[in-house]
């Protein structure tokens, strides 16, 4: 088990987590198979950590960030928050548990309900955890919108009323409103204009400093998610590759794939762009309903073609295993990959710019 | 990989525009592109929503120009308005002039458009899926565009179908052709998208936002393939992207749009190591980057930009800039020369003019 304040009870905890969704079909709507969104993943996040969580579409990221907060089941495995097993929860402590767990969803658009206020989005949690009435619910409204940033005077609007950053901010108000210790934050900047996100970003970064909170933060976005996290998780196919403190598993990722994400993730410097050696991957991602045998991405993995195609990459599937104290990679080879420079960008301090 | 031939074309229309086509054998002195003030607004109840204003650019032959710009800039419908595909109405292109390898688009009669459309700009949208009919297949499509367009026979434009498919990298491309588009990935749609946009081998491809809707890996590999195609048939791209990350790498040249306006442009690494105008500044700083050393806050761009309907005569920027004064909020700047190591760098911004306050 990979845990890197093992001094310090973990706030959130996954041990051996798998979530699978049945494929059925035919009239008989008879169960034919699984999609493995997530297939067998351990880690913890230490109180007031962010972990990022990184990696391709289809790849369980948002799937595991809503089995931690039980708004998916386990299929198997477990989940703890304060050392308690999520799954054992009555309703009622279940519904307890809540308020210390909240999620801040991709689509800003979607996951407000038009027909209410802003005022009524943001009193709702509130309401239903019995945590204020009357003046006191309505005075906690306007803090909580003056501490996204947003004007107090906007209770009575409606969500159309506002941008996207804004929308964002509203349910960012919404999670905090029941005073929650762990946000997942799934995909929370991806559906917004550049010149936003950095705007949410910050905010999400001040919040956790001022309210201690723990992230669990989930992006596509490596830049994004490497200026956010202390750790950073990687998956692929439904399992973690490689997980370890941010500035190692960016400066000397020691799986394959890693190394691949971070090659393709175009950089604003021409004159970095036409220096740096890209690994192009070959193919899609394979169907989680059928993960390849052995290493899940053997099939696409510039390392194991470098190798000469090793017998133990397509037999034996590799376990997370620690390639430097709490850095660790689930590759046969993790001690190759971390000796090439395939990319990795090298980072200059600050742009000086006007 | 094998180049298509090109057949003559067959209808009258073809014929006179191949002629016009003939006359101007010496290109070498004339870009492919030049755009001049061209202004396309929406007409809403409301008023005329100045989507598109007054904006300027060049394409040299075989060159990639990078449209850069947040959701709302204008750089879609500068796009459209290039191949007269604005919708209209409530769209309509107001003014200007799009001189397409020696030809003003603008005047073209809607039959002229569509063969020159069909022949010489290639489209590739952001999502394949609503671009591509999901009720014929694949080969059908990209043939269908080769039989009208170049007159092939319907054995000729399976062959081509099948030559292409394989230039974008679909591995058995003569089993796929009887394949329909869900039948694809993402990447592999939007590889298809790419085939029909190059099925007549035209000058000039317009690919609008082309990743957006795919994993970085699958970027990676369309945009390899995309380099690789406008250097082997010298094809012009205009790329449409708000990640500037993508044009730094693909560009030879960048125009930064805001608000309806172009408000700089250059060759790429005077935009880049250079900007003159804040908002290209703002822009690359509000985001976090690979190349550079996290830690601390993102600079942010605070604010939302203007209303385009009948917007004011300040900068457009202005309400938004840490570096304005008096002036930008009085009168709107041109865009104007900067002195750069590279050709062309302009931009509108009094404060970078010569005597200006920013640095």
Known sequence: ??????????????????????????????????????????????????????????????????????????????????????????????????????????????????????????????????????????????????????????????????????????????????????????????????????????????????????????????????????????????????????????????????????????????????????????????????PPQGCRFHTRCWLYERLGRPEDCRSVEPELRSVNGDHAAACHYAERAMHSDLGVVETALEAERP | MTRPELVEISTREGARLAAQLADDADRHDRRLLHVQDLSTYFFTPGGAVHAVDEVSFDLDYGETLGLVGESGSGKTVTALSIARLVAEPPGRIVSGEVIFDGIDLLRLSREEMRLVRGRKIGFVFQDPMTSLNPTLTVGRQIGESARTHLGLSRAAAARHAADLLGTVGIPRARDRLGDYPHQFSGGMRQRVMIAIALACQPMLLIADEPTTALDVTIQAQIMELLRSLSREFRTAVILITHDLGLAAGMCQRVSVMYAGRIVESGVVDDIFERPRMPYTAALLDSRARLDIEPGGRLRTIEGLPPDLLDPAAECRFAPRCPHRRGICLEREPDMTPRPSAGDGHTARCWGTEPGGWIP
């Open chain 1, 1 to 290: 088990m990979i845990d890197p304040r093992m001094d310090e009870a973990p706030l959130v905890e996954a041990e051996g987590l798998k979530v699978h969704f049945p494929i059925v079909s035919g009239i008989l709507q008879r169960r034919t198979g699984s999609i493995r969104a997530v297939d067998g993943v351990t880690f913890a996040i230490a109180r007031k950590e962010t972990l990022g969580l990184v990696g391709e579409s289809g790849c369980g990221k948002s799937t595991l960030g809503r089995a931690l907060i039980r708004l998916r089941d386990a299929t198997d495995g477990h989940v703890r928050f304060e050392g308690r097993e999520l799954a054992d929860l009555s309703g009622r402590e279940l519904r307890r548990m809540r308020r210390r767990m909240q999620i801040i969803f991709q689509d800003p658009f979607g996951s407000l309900d038009p027909r209410m206020t802003v005022g009524a989005i943001v009193a709702e949690p509130i309401e239903t955890h019995r945590l204020a009435r009357g003046r006191a619910k309505e005075e906690r409204v306007r803090e909580l919108l003056t501490l996204v940033g947003l004007d107090p005077a906007f209770t009575s609007r409606y969500p159309h009323e506002f941008s996207g950053g804004q929308r964002q901010r509203i349910g960012v108000a919404r999670a905090l409103a029941v005073e929650p210790g762990f946000i997942v934050c799934d995909e929370p900047i991806s559906a917004l204009d550049i010149s936003i996100q950095g705007q949410i970003l910050n905010l999400l970064m001040d919040l956790r400093e001022r309210l201690g909170l723990t992230y669990l933060f989930i992006s596509h976005d490596l830049a994004a998610v490497r200026h956010i996290s202390d750790r950073v998780g990687v998956m692929y196919l439904g399992r973690i590759v490689e997980i370890g403190p941010s500035s190692a598993a960016y400066t000397s990722p020691a799986h394959p794939y890693t190394r691949a994400l971070l090659s393709a993730v175009p950089v604003p410097d021409p004159a970095v762009e036409r220096r740096r050696r890209r690994v192009i991957l070959v193919g899609d991602v394979p169907s989680p309903a059928d």
